[in-house]
């Protein structure tokens, strides 16, 4: 006979028993967010060797995860929006019908959790009793997920006596089973605010407060509702004079957003003053406020990381919070219990264990002549916000930042130009609607290749895409100060294949003259693309970037985006009549700027 557990919420002690007699479990722990726990929890999850403690000398607080070799990032066909009616998923969404969805899942789920123990975690996702805020109780069986979602969210007893008797939350069930691939779905029920997620133990798929709540639900009640959830990072810039303005952008996965939100100013702009303040890497919350402006929050509580690549020359402030506390999951285990990835910190340890379990060493070849990675190209680090040497001060503001200006950004070796700016707010939405990337590890498929995920949401989008571009038009209606938007590309390449822009820190050069812009300081040049800016309004002070490159970096090739058109046009083609006329105008609008001279 399975435990039963009796809450003053009726509402939830219900569904929590009924998921329990699905599931069958042991034992059901509630998760009170004290450290007493908390610490109990990662000793029995270091014995059953769920997660590995590092060297705590040089790692306080810290642990290292392996997932299964099959699951390594978000699985997006197996990734369902459940509605009753199939048009309300829309055509880039898969879709199952609630019925055969519960019916196919709960096959799944039924006995799953024989011998383990259920663990009830309250979360919250933004301040505690915040009206911009929602609650979430999402019930798992990974010890791994308890603590990353420690991190992540604000979880425990304070949202417990926030809910009362009868407040709403989000019914999130998740369940390893037996990690099997053909036994995985992670599936949305924005009708019922649920999600259940089965089969998988990696980040995105089992953190359901994340991408599952924060985006796909987030955003079909904030169409309701009149608000954005996005996949955006939110950054404060301090000018010398003292005043910091706020930015939210939207990169693809693996695109940059991380990096950007916590960027270290180059030396010759620091002196003079320039400060980053990082409010979130990952999800951003926008809604028009009383000022008739766009304020943003961040949900999270904590960063889940992109690691290689990251060191303290790219990401120092990332490198910096991630020194205690964190959670290391499939990157390269050392000897001494402290961890490698590749272009990381140093070079490769002469020998550790990978991302697999099996023992590696620099130079290791596979049986088809392949370089062996010791971490896996999407491992992640989990982190707490606030030991981020730059983590705002405005985190626990409850109407979070004033936004003056909105990025969207990809990912391109080619054709889009380092930074340009639209002509207005359904220019931008145009340019959000159109945009797109080379695909990453971030996602389960090959890397590479170009696809267009508008405003980067294409995977968390939690409704019919044509709606969320309608609905992004119309909020830029209801503003009477729309911040305006802009298109960033890092990724430009020369024909040797290298980088032509030496990115991160500098990036802040760019964001610079995007404020500029936003400001209306600066004049700009008008092209078929939007606005480039003119190099002399660039802050190039300590930069050293050949006029040939900068060039190339601004180098506009109309015959190549004639050709990226009829890529747009057969994309938005799937819409049918239900794509907004205003896409088609600046669709069309743009060919013919394009034809012209
Ligand atoms: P998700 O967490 O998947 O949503 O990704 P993200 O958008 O936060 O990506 P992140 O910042 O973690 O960057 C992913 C990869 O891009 C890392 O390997 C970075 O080192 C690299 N990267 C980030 N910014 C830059 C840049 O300005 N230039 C170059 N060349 N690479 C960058
Ligand atoms: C992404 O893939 O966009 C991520 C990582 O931020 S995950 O949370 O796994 O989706
Ligand atoms: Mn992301």
């Not at 009726?10 to 004290?34: F, H, S, T, Y």
């Not at 290791?364 to 370089?371: A, P, Q, S, T």
């Not at 600066?522 to 002399?536: D, F, N, S």
Request: proline fraction near 6%.
């Amino acid at each position: 006979m399975v435990q039963k557990v009796s809450l003053k919420h009726k509402k939830l002690e219900r569904w929590i028993n009924r998921m329990c007699a699905m599931c069958q479990p042991r034992k059901i722990v509630i998760i009170d967010g004290g450290t007493a726990q908390k610490r109990k929890l990662e000793k029995e999850a270091s014995s059953a060797g769920e997660i590995i403690r590092l060297n705590q000398k040089k790692l306080p607080g810290c642990f290292y995860h392996r997932t299964a070799p099959n699951d390594v990032a978000r699985t997006e066909s197996l990734t369902y929006i459940c509605t009753r009616k199939k048009h309300d998923a829309g055509p880039t969404n898969n879709w199952m019908s609630p019925r055969t969805a519960y019916r196919k899942a709960a096959a799944i789920f039924k006995n799953s959790m024989k011998n383990r123990t259920m663990y009830v975690i309250p979360f919250s996702m933004g301040p505690v009793g915040s009206p911009f805020s929602k609650a979430g109780v999402e019930l798992t069986d990974s010890i791994y997920v308890v603590l990353n979602m420690l991190i992540m969210t604000k979880v425990g007893k304070e949202v417990l006596e926030h809910l009362g008797t009868d407040g709403e939350f989000t019914k999130c069930l998740h369940g390893k089973a037996d990690l099997d691939l053909k036994k995985r779905l992670i599936l949305h029920f924005p009708e019922d605010n649920t999600i259940w997620s089965v089969g998988s133990g990696y980040g995105g798929n089992v953190l359901l407060g994340k991408k599952c709540l924060s985006l796909r639900i987030a955003s079909f009640i904030g169409r309701k509702e009149g608000w954005l959830a996005e996949h955006m990072l939110i950054l404060g810039v301090e000018k010398p004079n003292g005043r910091i303005e706020y930015i939210t952008g939207a990169f693809p996965s693996a695109c940059g957003k991380t990096n950007l939100a916590m960027l270290v100013p180059p030396k010759s702009l620091k002196k003079k003053g320039y400060r980053i303040w990082t409010v979130g890497d990952d999800i951003a919350w926008m809604r028009i406020d009383s000022d008739g402006a766009l304020w943003a929050i961040n949900p999270e509580t904590g960063f889940f990381g992109v690691l290689p690549g990251t060191n303290s020359k790219t990401n120092p402030n990332a490198m910096a919070t991630m020194q205690k506390n964190s959670i290391y999951t499939n990157v390269l285990l050392k000897p001494d219990k402290t961890v490698w990835w590749e272009d990381g910190e140093g070079p490769a340890p002469p020998k550790g264990t990978d991302w697999m379990g099996r023992t590696w060493y620099p130079g290791l070849i596979d049986d088809d002549g392949n370089i062996v990675k010791g971490a896996h190209p999407n491992s992640r680090f989990t982190a707490p916000i606030s030991q981020c040497p730059s983590a705002s001060f405005r985190l626990e503001h409850h109407h979070g930042v004033h936004v003056s200006a909105i990025i969207f950004g990809s990912r391109r070796a080619s054709l889009t130009p380092l930074v340009y700016e639209s002509f207005n707010w359904q220019h931008g939405v145009y340019l959000g609607a159109t945009m797109a990337s080379e695909r990453t590890a971030a996602q389960y498929g090959k890397q590479g290749q170009v696809r267009i995920d508008p405003m980067a949401m294409l995977p968390f989008c939690g409704y019919d895409m044509s709606e969320y571009f309608r609905h992004w038009l119309e909020m830029g209606k209801k503003m009477s100060k729309p911040p305006k938007i802009f298109f960033v590309n890092w990724f430009r390449k020369d024909d040797s294949g290298e980088y032509l822009w030496p990115g991160y820190g500098e990036n802040l050069r760019i964001l610079n003259w995007i404020l500029d812009r936003a400001a209306g300081s600066v004049e700009a040049l008008k092209t078929p693309i939007g606005y480039i800016p003119r190099i002399a309004d660039m802050d190039m002070d300590g930069l050293d970037l050949s006029t040939d490159k900068l060039g190339k970096l601004f180098y506009i090739d109309r015959k190549a985006w004639l050709a990226e058109l009829k890529t747009q046009k057969e994309f938005l083609k799937q819409f049918k009549n239900k794509l907004p006329e205003t896409i088609k105008y600046e669709l069309k609008a743009f060919e013919e700027r394009l034809k012209k001279t």
